[in-house]
Nanobody, 123 residues
Framework: QVQLVESGGGLVQAGGSLRLSCAAS????????MAWFRQAPGKGREFVAA????????RYTDSVKGRFTISIDNAKNTVYLQMNGLKPEDTAVYYC????????????????WGQGTQVTVTS
């Protein structure tokens, strides 16, 4: 059974950095895309970034390009989201997801989800 466990969220001032981690277990992930989504209060779930486990190919939403980096540590079965230059509008619960539909930006195309980790950016 696939399990995804996020960690690394917290409270940070605008301009600061955080690194989110997603520990994946219970499956062979070589054919999977791993993604980060976020959901702010009162809003829908928004695509942030995705990476192909096997090739390392990535995709980002425009609002985080140049600030966020998604990566994989194969030895640790862990996906990271390095977030630099954080802005108050980045405040949300961040979710890790896994699916086999390529670098999709649609949440319904991801099968497995973590429980989420809160990121709060103050101005």
């Amino acid at each position: 059974q696939v399990q995804l466990v996020e960690s690394g969220g917290g409270l940070v001032q605008a301009g600061g950095s955080l690194r989110l981690s997603c520990a994946a277990s219970g499956g062979g992930f070589s054919s999977y895309a791993m993604a980060w989504f976020r959901q702010a209060p009162g809003k829908g779930r928004e695509f942030v970034a995705a990476i192909m486990w096997s090739s390392g190919r990535t995709r980002y939403t425009d609002s985080v390009k140049g600030r966020f980096t998604i990566s994989i540590d194969n030895a640790k079965n862990t996906v990271y989201l390095q977030m630099n230059g954080l802005k108050p509008e980045d405040t949300a619960v961040y979710y890790c997801a896994a699916g086999t539909n390529g670098l999709s930006s649609f949440s319904h195309q991801y099968t497995y989800w973590g429980q989420g980790t809160q990121v709060t950016v103050t101005s």
